[in-house]
């Protein structure tokens, strides 16, 4: 790895020279770097260009080296070995398979809902349809933990029925699912037992007869080494190291050179064994042990020091002596990690047992234990190791003062002391390859599996078994309509999993399929490897740094193996042995976690232009709040609060850190909205009127406002959780600004040509009344200079003024509009203004409410107090225009009120009593009777008559005119009884004089109070009292009268 | 009590509700006067003066304890029972009666609960369990619980008033009645209706939220 890493720094040294000469193509920099003395250089010539020719020279030999250098390391790369062994990492990082797991649900992941995951892969053939990538789902409940044995808690999730819960029933639970798609589980009864079933089974690939660890860890029954070789591989990717690895046990996989070991020698393991030896008795003579011969001479055998020799024996024992024996058990080939770069192999036997080359003699070392023997004497205990190749030694021993040669002597390994050979091997330590273990294909589909007395998953017959097992359709080959039966159980092109979800479920998907990636071995095969749902496992992570159960083998590229050692003919491969299902557990995913599959909420508000008509409460400034709830199947049952704040900014757009105020209080007190409507289940809309004054919003801006509107919905699920989320919308909302707009009475010259008259209507918050047939001028008042580019409109018409009409109008889009009351207008009507506010870059409406009136003159008691109108039905509160009512003695004040109010100031009035002209009120609008010279029950009739004034605000001469412009302008011509271009008439009212004095009769508004009428003004309560007391006493005292007088009653008593 | 006395009992109760119901009110203040006349002083009076009782025979008294807190404790577990029943197949939570300033503010919640609610129980036990179910206790024994409780009943709906707005009451009266009846007092029922009122009430704010 360092070398690797310090040849990638080499080569992005040299890249960056390279880009440097090209910036600056001559100089010191490069020169410097190649240890060249430009100087010196430059000093062997005179002329400039000569020194620029040897600059360009020395370039050349600079980018001639830079050029080999990186040949050297292409080449160092591109090496078989590099590539055949490494080429996942580095530079050449493959696209590894991978899966991304997403979610939707239908109910914000509520308990019962529908929830899909979407496996979405890269990485795989996905569009070889053939090989479609095996999608297996699996789906872990709650309660389905591993388990090794069941309780009552658990006892459902064991679906294979092997007696515990493992990862198989967590993928049978998914396939079930998907298998039997929206309709549930059948049952064998549902179908006709001799039905066709159609086409259900799905052949998996490669086959489960060949990947037979699918589904059991038996005997394979494939017979013939090629069929092996024929058996797909697979592999997986360590992430960290970025390896991959073929998944193969290597057990019986190394195999030991032929030419490991010289001739006449084999591979054996060796031991050292303690060995005794013997010698030749010389003074043995057999007839001197004769029992007899012994007893005859006395001698002490039985003495362990006596040592005649005579009669001993004929072998004595040489003890102390060591040999290296062969074991009998042939050694091991294994993985060297000392050569794993180079896919070395090691011999290895087992015990303190050494491999060794042993001379082979033809002979058995079980009979003749000699060959291949070395002695040894003395302390060495290891002779296979210490000795190995030491001469033979001789045992001696001293007997008697003669030494004799030890018998033991035997075959010796080698008279040299070692023998190395030129490739710097030791020739008589076996070499061994480690080679494909032919039954060591590790591979397995990661279907679910089914028990096996019911079938095999994935070998492309369906039978009725199996699709009572997995609850499918017995009469049709697809029961989820999408895939054969055995497709959706082995999760073939299988992208999709909608479950009904339950609190705690997870779920995870493994997907198998080929890659692009090819396989090392020379067969054009491409590697099949897997994607989990979170992309981890802890059994591959384990590979990295060569732990794990990892080891390699070589394979030749071409027919002749000879050669053990990875060069341009071989290729290592490494290999793991691990069962992939244990990953199964590490990719389990929550999707309530996971998801973004949650409720959401948005306000939409309606209309988009909203507008605040100070309290008033009409369409015109109605707001309609809907809360648009998502990812909910039944929004019903969710309970809804609503709040409006007002932004502190006024006009200015709010930002992060504008603050809102709460103003729910204000608007409820304003009468916005009802009591009961800003809140409640199943209340997703919230309507209210945008009637707010001033003291509620602040006088902050004069245009316009922003209000945030704020939902907090809540789903009780019933699972005892409760959800809430926030749904915001913040609204501009244009104030009407009705004092903006300014109305004028006209005055029309000859021409018809109009001038504004006098201000009419300042009361501002009120429509301004009006009469048909006038003629009006509105200007929008303009402080600030900002308006420009009026449009105008008349009750919804558009309307403009020109200069024909009036030289007010000269300006084209100016701030006044003259415009005539039609008689077809509604009897409240708008009229709106539309500018262009230049100082804010915003069209504004102004807008301004005028009232139909019936131009005319009423007389009305200017003090109630002391005149009345006449209740017409006594309780009903409906009263008489025509008939006043007043005591005798009152001085009653009348006044004449005129509609359109502002008309009163052209009028002038006289008055009549009883028929009688007044000339003395004439005039006045406003005048006091006496009635005290008038009996009760009097009755005065007072008359008024209103005429045009003369004088300053005589419009009499203005009348033709104004006519005239109306035609003119218009096209409006007013008849010639109209009252807006007469006087407005006269009326008349009766004023009846009562007896003030009765005290039950006494003033209504308690003018006239006297002390007769004390109990009608007794406080409320107090009578109250007085009533209810009263009452029950009534009530009491009838009961005791009547219980005492029934007979019968209290009999027992 | 005889019959006849019974009769023109019954005939008392329904003549001063009528009058109740007729009486002219103007304000809440005045309602809560009238209810208080009609429902626990006039029933007192006419108990001591007229019928010549005690104010024990109406249930005003100690009784037995023990049956009180029992029977007490197992009608609010069933009441509660009966209303989680209630809650799941009718759509109470929207309409159910309880202010919404009581649902927004605590201290509001237990201000209503002590006046409103435990005047409303005072008044209830006393007329309808104290005058009504003891009185016809003699004559018609525990068909009595029964007879309130319809009484009660006609009542509300004589008022006009809303089904809704009285369930509670209405839903305990006859548990109420069971409990007086057990333990000779008023004093348990009007104890055991309080709370089950306070409980199911804080239920709903909880639920609500």
Known sequence: MKNKLNKRFGASLLVFFMLAMQVFPIGNVYAETMDIDIEGEISNFKAYDMVFQKLEELRNKIEDKIKGKIDDIKNELTTPAQIGSQGMSGLNRPNVPQVEVTFSAEDAMANGSKVTAQAAVSGFMDNNTDHKPYYTWYLKRANCDLSRGLTSSNSRCDLDADGEVTVNDWKIAAAKIIVQGENGRYSESDGDINADSGDSGHEAWPSVKQWKKSYDNGADNVSTASGYDNIPNCHVYEKESGMTFELRSDSDGGEFETDTCPDGYHVACVETTPKVCEIDNPAYVAEYCEPAYVAAHNLPVSDPNYLPGECVAEHLPVEGLNMCKETGVKPDCEADPAKKSSFGGMATCEGNATPLCVLSGGADMTTDPNIGIIFTSGNTSDVCSEHLLQPKVTATTQYWGQTEAAKCEGGIVSTYSEKINAAGLYEYRPVCVMRKTQKGNMCKHLFPVIPKKIGINGDGEFSREEKNFWGANPNTGSTNNVNKDEEATTGFGVTEFTWTYIKGDKIGVVVEGATAIPTEHNDGSYKIMWAFSKNKCDEIDELKGGKGNQSYYVESKLTDPNNPYVGENQIGIYTANLDLDKCLKDNLIDPFEVSQVEMDVSIDVAPKELLNIPNEITEDNKVTATAMVGNVSNTERLYYEWRVEKSLDGAAVPVEDTTWIDIMTDMKNQGSFKDGDEQGIGKDVFNFNLNLTDEILGASSKESFYLRLKTYVSDYSGDGSKTTVKGTAIVKVKKQNDGRMQVFSSSAAADGLLNKGIVICTETGSPCGVSVNEILAVTVSDPDNSLEKFSWKVDGKETACNSSISAACSEAGGNTLFFPVRSESDDIFEVEAQAIDTKISEVVTIKRKFVLMDPGVKLVSADGELAWPRELFDGSGETSEEVLETFKGNVVKMKALVTPAYKERSLTFSWSVNGQEKAEFNGRNEISLETNDKEVGDVLNLGLTARQKTGAYDLTGQMENLRFALAKNWGIVAGEDDDQFNGLGETIVQIEVLDGSEGVLASKKGGNFNAASLITHLPAELMFLLRILLTAALLLFSAGVIFSVIPGVRAEK | ?209
């Open chain 2, 1 to 209: 009590m005889n019959k006849k006395e019974a009769a023109f009992v019954f005939v008392f109760c329904v003549v001063s509700l009528f009058i109740f119901k007729n009486f002219p009110t103007q304000n809440i203040v005045q309602v809560i006067i009238a209810m208080v006349l009609f429902f626990a002083i006039i029933p007192i009076l006419f108990n001591k003066y007229i019928l010549k009782r005690n104010l024990q025979d109406m249930g005003v008294r100690l009784g037995e304890p023990k049956k009180g807190l029992m029977w007490g404790l197992g009608s609010i577990f069933l009441a509660l029972l009966l209303f989680a029943l209630i809650f799941k197949y009718a759509d109470l939570l929207n309409s159910y009666p309880l202010p919404k300033s009581a649902r927004d503010s605590f201290s509001t919640f237990l201000l209503y609960e002590s006046t409103v609610v435990f005047g409303m129980v005072f008044i209830f036990e006393l007329f309808f369990r104290g005058f009504l179910m003891f009185g016809f206790l003699k004559i018609m024994g525990k068909w009595s619980i029964v007879f309130q409780a319809i009484f009660f009943l006609g009542l509300v709906v004589a008022l006009n008033g809303s089904i809704v707005s009285f369930l509670l009451f209405l839903v305990f009266a006859p548990f109420a009645g069971w409990i007086a009846l057990k333990s000779q007092s008023i004093l348990y029922s009007g104890i055991a209706q309080f709370i089950f009122i306070v409980v199911l009430d804080s239920i709903v704010i909880h639920t609500l939220r």
